[in-house]
């Protein structure tokens, strides 16, 4: 069997009041239309074309990874009239999938049992129960309980009005029989829009079953037609992804107040995350680590036995076993710690390594270095590694000491355990087991006098 999913992304989204396509909006840093995309990709055999139309070079360009057919809606007349512009790319033994590119929340099973539903007589459509069904089509059905068609709120009766099954918008059918009802569609209604709802009437006169299934809950079909939808949405996500890692042996201190803005691809046993933590990307975490609060960790690995106080910022680094890091630390990318590294508070590191049991604890910037092991960084120790145009490395080998407030103007080496005076800017490479200070003579006046104010 072969599917074609239809995604309709070419509403306007009047009611976000924004600059910027509706379905680029983002749950969990990923736009509507991604998360739409990515589920349909999961369907095997199936190829993917997107109804595209306001603000639609926009949205074709920052999707233009997708493995889809972009077809242009230049009128937005309807969601049928949308439907009728990718008709010609619609093969008649195609099991079509209709989706929408505004709800994000849809989960696999139910396409696929909306698409076993499909049958060479029947076409399958999901439907949702509502307190409230305002604003929905409804989905009329005679006293058996068999669907006649869908009525759009516009044009209901009052008693229809009443009916609190609503129509999601999303349904299967054979790609014949869609190309048959989508050349009969007119637009005589309240609307004078092209309604695909109007489909189901048609399959019903032809002598079709509508199959029906409903959705688990209104949160996963729901469209995202405004901000307060959209930050609804977020919470129900961000709820089902905290919910997940907890089933999974994670500690969070407080589930709602923990993001996941992408994915952790490998996840270890009796982690321990404290409040305001946010993952991005694609991240890594091992055994007994602790997260502190308010911390973000961005497509980074972090090894067993680490510990992350508060208040870090730490993006597509390394961490390894039994590190130490923060509070108020920065790694940046390229950042590689080996095991049982201390970073600690005011510390950023950027591109450089350091190997085994060395220490940054206080107020540093460590840029285009390399770090041996058991190396100690005093404070407020900074890599002068750029010289407004160039980068250049700095090699500090193992077991070296510097001392505080040093300035290590690269390129330059500082040998195996050699130690550097406090205060000292080193231009040229010290050598190995060797004391190397610059520091100007400090000298005492015994004859200085210190102004004194004069009283009037
Ligand atoms: C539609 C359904 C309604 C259902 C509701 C669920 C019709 C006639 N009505 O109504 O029964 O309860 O969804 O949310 O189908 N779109 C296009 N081109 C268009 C018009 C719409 O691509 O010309 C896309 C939109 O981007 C959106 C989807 O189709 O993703 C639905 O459009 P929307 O305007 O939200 O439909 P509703 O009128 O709410
Ligand atoms: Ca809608």
Not at 83 to 108: F, H, N, R, T
Not at 331 to 353: D, M, Q, W, Y
């Amino acid at each position: 069997m072969k599917i074609t999913t239809v995604i309709l992304a070419a509403g306007k989204g009047t009611r976000m009041r924004s600059e910027l396509p509706k379905v680029l909006h983002k749950i969990a840093n990923k736009s509507l239309l991604q998360h739409v995309y990515e589920l349909s990709s999961q369907l095997p055999n199936n190829s993917i074309k997107i109804v595209y139309g306001h603000g639609g070079e926009l949205v074709k360009n920052t999707l233009s990874d997708f493995n889809a057919n972009w077809v242009e809606q230049k009128q937005q007349l309807g969601t049928g009239h949308a439907v009728q512009q990718v008709a010609d790319q619609i093969e008649a033994q195609d099991v079509v999938l209709i989706l929408y590119g505004d709800v994000p929340l849809l989960k696999l099973t139910t396409i696929n049992q909306l698409i076993n539903l499909v049958g060479p007589q029947s076409i399958a459509l999901l439907t949702v129960r509502l307190e409230n069904p305002t604003g929905y089509g409804r989905i009329v059905r005679d006293i058996e309980g068999n669907v006649l068609k869908i009525v759009e709120e516009k044009d209901a009766t009052a008693d229809e009005k009443l009916i609190t099954e609503g129509n999601t918008g999303i349904l299967a059918l054979q790609g014949s029989d869609l190309k048959r009802w989508l050349s009969q569609l007119g637009n005589n209604n309240a609307q004078g829009e092209y309604y695909l709802t109007d489909v189901i009437e048609m399959a019903v006169k032809d002598g079709f079953n509508v199959n029906t299934r409903v959705a688990e809950s209104e949160d996963e079909v729901l469209g995202v037609n405004n901000r307060l939808q959209l930050s609804h949405l977020e919470r129900v996500y961000q709820k089902a992804q905290s919910e997940h890692l907890m089933e999974q042996g994670v500690t969070l201190m407080d589930p709602s107040r923990f993001d996941m803005r992408g994915e952790v691809v490998q996840l270890g046993t009796d982690i321990i995350i404290d409040v305001n933590v946010i993952f991005e990307g694609n991240n890594s975490i091992g055994n007994n680590v602790k997260i502190g609060a308010n911390t973000i960790i961005k497509d980074s690995i972090i090894a067993d036995d680490v510990e992350i106080l508060a208040n870090c910022i730490i993006e597509n680094a390394i961490v390894g076993q039994g590190s130490r890091v923060g509070p108020y630390a920065r790694l940046r990318p390229e950042a590689v710690l080996a095991e049982h590294v201390h970073i600690g508070n005011f510390v950023e590191i950027k591109k450089s390594t350091i190997a085994t049991g060395s220490k940054v604890n206080h107020l540093s910037y460590i840029g285009d270095t390399t770090v041996g092991s058991k190396v100690n960084i005093g404070a407020g120790t900074i890599t002068c590694n750029y010289d407004g145009v160039n980068k250049f490395r700095t090699i500090i080998e193992d077991g070296a000491f510097i001392g505080s407030d040093t300035q290590l103007v690269a390129p330059v080496t500082i040998g195996k355990n050699a130690t550097i005076g406090a205060g000292s800017t080193i231009t040229k490479d010290s050598p190995e087991n060797q004391l190397t200070l610059s520091r100007s003579k400090q000298i005492s006046i015994a004859s200085w006098q210190r102004p004194v104010k004069k009283e009037n």
